[in-house]
């Protein structure tokens, strides 16, 4: 009978599965993520971390160590104590910054641990950092709770891992603020999350047509009254916006954890907000009611370079994104041609370089337009050939490694975290379902069209996006981001499929590694993670169908 022979399944899937855990690679029986470059494991006994541990630091792990010493007091109830590190140190917990460490980037490390102690050491601060994230990983799941656990044992097991991200200059999450708001406390949970996957870049989406969400001295209305609404209720409602201060705090916090913030004002489309609040702002040729398209000549200008000013103030030395992005989407004639796109851009870029000192980024719309500057890098998100763009005779990507034009990796079919999870849940499907196995199998550098690997070095990171028209709360946003995180972490830091022949398969790694310790990980934090109420449909999902 059908129920028989269902039976006999299960009991070969389970012998198959204890068949394939005998083979796992110690990486993926430890449950890293994301997946260091290299681990063994040693025969040499576990570390027992308990009150009487010994956090040993040297001058430049100070910041680390208290960073440690604070996570682990929340779960272990220990207060662990910090000394200055001895030359000779063979008990405890050893942190230090080796810049001679043998990485090629600033942010590898080296963790070593046996029965008698744990050491780390880092390139730089941000690498000590990431090896804290490490051991945090090692340790029983527990770890990751704020409350206090009982009759736990902290253990470490004896391992030597030598690691560095296969992405340096962006690992990391956007966040769409002007649709849906986010409070300050939500903006720290959110580094803590990209900082527990060794992501070190926030993508803070400030402006859109739903509202403006930073306080700008020189034009105050644009929060008296641009900041007024969400999504679907532009204008009415509370204000809803941070003050520079707050701001300040918030990019405190992400810099402490190694992320950094950089902001996007998106212009001179999408820019409701700001005309709501200056209707002189207004392009001429913007027809639409309510307009959300500014003008291009010097009044325009000038706002645009007032705003960037103080945004610089604010988030120091970091890219900083002006958008250009869907300009006469919607509009039934153009109001910008593609000259003046590009000539309003170059402008632009060519401030924010020269007299702000810092990278511009833009959209990929800019670049089709034709802005041509390799010193602005160009945020692809139009994968393929679909929709409006679907005339284009070369797909972005094509375009970009032929034209040697630096770029970050967002392609909306694989790293837009507002399209569903899969069939029959809540969230954008333009850009088709994105599961998270579609994300974790997702190659960056393979799957590009045309890839070319004398052209890698043009890919500057990858960034997963969470545009908030659907996402109303922070539940939401936990749904939509996790545990696609998780993959996304796979891919910026984890190295490619022909340097790692070990990598796990999305069915080995999720059971494995998302199953058995991450999903774990994140209940003890109290994430609200997709497939949390039906576990099942992890099981079940396959591109985005539950089979």
């Given at each position: 009978?059908?129920?028989?022979?269902?039976?006999?399944?299960?009991?070969?899937?389970?012998?198959?599965?204890?068949?394939?855990?005998?083979?796992?690679?110690?990486?993926?029986?430890?449950?890293?993520?994301?997946?260091?470059?290299?681990?063994?494991?040693?025969?040499?006994?576990?570390?027992?971390?308990?009150?009487?541990?010994?956090?040993?630091?040297?001058?430049?792990?100070?910041?680390?160590?208290?960073?440690?010493?604070?996570?682990?007091?929340?779960?272990?109830?220990?207060?662990?104590?910090?000394?200055?590190?001895?030359?000779?140190?063979?008990?405890?917990?050893?942190?230090?910054?080796?810049?001679?460490?043998?990485?090629?980037?600033?942010?590898?490390?080296?963790?070593?641990?046996?029965?008698?102690?744990?050491?780390?050491?880092?390139?730089?601060?941000?690498?000590?950092?990431?090896?804290?994230?490490?051991?945090?990983?090692?340790?029983?799941?527990?770890?990751?709770?704020?409350?206090?656990?009982?009759?736990?044992?902290?253990?470490?097991?004896?391992?030597?891992?030598?690691?560095?991200?296969?992405?340096?200059?962006?690992?990391?999450?956007?966040?769409?603020?002007?649709?849906?708001?986010?409070?300050?406390?939500?903006?720290?949970?959110?580094?803590?999350?990209?900082?527990?996957?060794?992501?070190?870049?926030?993508?803070?989406?400030?402006?859109?047509?739903?509202?403006?969400?930073?306080?700008?001295?020189?034009?105050?209305?644009?929060?008296?009254?641009?900041?007024?609404?969400?999504?679907?209720?532009?204008?009415?409602?509370?204000?809803?916006?941070?003050?520079?201060?707050?701001?300040?705090?918030?990019?405190?916090?992400?810099?402490?954890?190694?992320?950094?913030?950089?902001?996007?004002?998106?212009?001179?489309?999408?820019?409701?907000?700001?005309?709501?609040?200056?209707?002189?702002?207004?392009?001429?040729?913007?027809?639409?009611?309510?307009?959300?398209?500014?003008?291009?000549?010097?009044?325009?200008?000038?706002?645009?370079?007032?705003?960037?000013?103080?945004?610089?103030?604010?988030?120091?030395?970091?890219?900083?994104?002006?958008?250009?992005?869907?300009?006469?989407?919607?509009?039934?004639?153009?109001?910008?041609?593609?000259?003046?796109?590009?000539?309003?851009?170059?402008?632009?870029?060519?401030?924010?370089?020269?007299?702000?000192?810092?990278?511009?980024?833009?959209?990929?719309?800019?670049?089709?337009?034709?802005?041509?500057?390799?010193?602005?890098?160009?945020?692809?998100?139009?994968?393929?050939?679909?929709?409006?763009?679907?005339?284009?005779?070369?797909?972005?990507?094509?375009?970009?490694?032929?034209?040697?034009?630096?770029?970050?990796?967002?392609?909306?079919?694989?790293?837009?975290?507002?399209?569903?999870?899969?069939?029959?849940?809540?969230?954008?499907?333009?850009?088709?379902?994105?599961?998270?196995?579609?994300?974790?199998?997702?190659?960056?550098?393979?799957?590009?069209?045309?890839?070319?690997?004398?052209?890698?070095?043009?890919?500057?990171?990858?960034?997963?996006?969470?545009?908030?028209?659907?996402?109303?709360?922070?539940?939401?946003?936990?749904?939509?981001?996790?545990?696609?995180?998780?993959?996304?972490?796979?891919?910026?830091?984890?190295?490619?499929?022909?340097?790692?022949?070990?990598?796990?398969?999305?069915?080995?790694?999720?059971?494995?590694?998302?199953?058995?310790?991450?999903?774990?990980?994140?209940?003890?934090?109290?994430?609200?993670?997709?497939?949390k109420d039906k576990p099942e449909d992890l099981l079940k999902v396959k591109e985005g169908i539950l089979e």
């Amino acid at each position: 009978s059908m129920k028989i022979k269902h039976v006999i399944l299960s009991f070969l899937f389970i012998g198959l599965q204890q068949l394939n855990s005998q083979e796992l690679d110690a990486n993926t029986e430890l449950g890293i993520i994301p997946r260091p470059k290299s681990l063994q494991i040693l025969d040499a006994g576990a570390y027992e971390l308990t009150k009487n541990t010994v956090l040993h630091v040297d001058n430049q792990g100070m910041r680390e160590a208290q960073y440690l010493s604070d996570f682990l007091k929340g779960s272990t109830n220990f207060s662990l104590k910090i000394k200055r590190l001895k030359r000779k140190q063979t008990k405890g917990i050893v942190l230090r910054v080796d810049e001679q460490l043998e990485t090629e980037g600033l942010e590898g490390y080296l963790l070593n641990s046996n029965a008698e102690r744990v050491e780390i050491i880092g390139k730089s601060q941000a690498g000590l950092f990431y090896g804290i994230q490490t051991l945090l990983q090692l340790l029983p799941v527990e770890v990751f709770s704020s409350e206090a656990q009982n009759n736990v044992t902290w253990q470490v097991p004896a391992v030597t891992i030598q690691d560095e991200p296969l992405f340096h200059r962006f690992r990391g999450l956007h966040v769409d603020i002007s649709r849906h708001f986010r409070t300050q406390e939500e903006m720290f949970r959110i580094v803590d999350y990209l900082a527990m996957h060794k992501l070190n870049t926030l993508h803070l989406h400030l402006t859109d047509d739903a509202g403006w969400r930073m306080e700008i001295k020189a034009y105050p209305k644009l929060t008296e009254i641009g900041s007024i609404g969400e999504y679907k209720n532009e204008g009415k409602g509370a204000a809803l916006f941070f003050t520079q201060e707050e701001l300040k705090t918030i990019i405190e916090y992400a810099n402490a954890q190694h992320v950094k913030i950089f902001p996007e004002i998106d212009m001179p489309g999408h820019m409701m907000g700001a005309v709501r609040s200056y209707p002189h702002l207004k392009h001429s040729k913007e027809l639409r009611e309510p307009a959300r398209v500014i003008r291009g000549d010097d009044e325009g200008l000038n706002f645009c370079r007032n705003v960037l000013k103080e945004v610089r103030e604010v988030f120091g030395e970091v890219p900083i994104h002006i958008g250009f992005d869907e300009i006469n989407f919607g509009s039934e004639e153009p109001i910008y041609t593609d000259e003046e796109i590009t000539a309003f851009a170059e402008k632009l870029t060519t401030y924010i370089k020269r007299e702000l000192g810092v990278t511009p980024i833009v959209w990929d719309d800019a670049f089709e337009k034709g802005l041509r500057d390799k010193e602005t890098l160009v945020h692809w998100w139009r994968p393929g050939t679909m929709h409006w763009w679907s005339h284009f005779e070369m797909t972005i990507d094509q375009r970009l490694q032929e034209l040697d034009q630096p770029y970050i990796l967002s392609p909306a079919n694989r790293m837009y975290f507002d399209m569903k999870n899969a069939e029959g849940y809540e969230g954008h499907h333009w850009a088709g379902i994105v599961s998270v196995d579609m994300v974790y199998n997702w190659e960056p550098f393979r799957d590009l069209v045309d890839a070319d690997i004398t052209k890698r070095h043009l890919a500057q990171g990858i960034i997963g996006c969470t545009w908030s028209e659907f996402i109303p709360d922070f539940k939401t946003f936990q749904e939509r981001a996790f545990p696609r995180t998780a993959a996304l972490a796979e891919k910026a830091w984890g190295q490619p499929l022909e340097t790692d022949s070990q990598k796990p398969d999305w069915p080995t790694w999720r059971d494995s590694v998302l199953r058995r310790k991450q999903l774990l990980r994140y209940d003890a934090m109290g994430i609200y993670y997709w497939s949390k109420d039906k576990p099942e449909d992890l099981l079940k999902v396959k591109e985005g169908i539950l089979e």
